[in-house]
């Protein structure tokens, strides 16, 4: 997590059941807003503590990236995705994937959420050294 994340990031008070957001994303990512629609979703479940199963949320996350909420739901109410959404879980599965999130960096894997140092010393690890800031000198601050 970026630090400026930090301090907007809420815990949820449940386990959160994702199976039904990530057919979603699997809608999204058809009409080539599968980024913002995860944006969207990141926000709903750790910054406003929505539950990310209900339908509710994911129609506002929808919207919030520029898709069609009712014909989203009318695609989760179909099971449209869930074969796709199988197959992946199935892979992740396969790949060693327990929680998510879970990030693979070369030959580390990183899961659960973490603060942006993490994964930079992992890359530093790994002789990845990070790509000049584009903040002109004192306006990053």
């Given at each position: ?118 994964f930079q010393t992992v890359m530093e690890q790994?002789?990845?050294?990070p790509k000049p800031s584009s903040v002109p ?5």
């Amino acid at each position: 997590m970026a630090p400026d994340q930090a301090a907007t990031i809420r815990l949820p008070d449940k386990l959160q059941f994702s199976f039904f957001a990530f057919q979603a994303l699997e809608f999204a990512r058809d009409r080539g807003l599968a980024l913002p629609f995860k944006s969207a979703v990141f926000n709903a479940l750790w910054v406003h503590g929505k539950d990310i199963a209900q339908l509710s949320t994911l129609q506002e996350a929808a919207s919030e990236a520029g898709l069609d909420a009712d014909e989203m739901a009318r695609a989760l109410y179909d099971q449209s995705y869930i074969g796709r959404t199988l197959a992946a879980l199935y892979m992740a599965k396969n790949a060693g994937v327990t929680k998510v999130p879970t990030f693979v960096l070369g030959r580390t894997t990183i899961v659960g959420w973490h603060y942006y140092e993490v994964f930079q010393t992992v890359m530093e690890q790994q002789g990845i050294q990070p790509k000049p800031s584009s903040v002109p000198a004192n306006q990053g601050d």
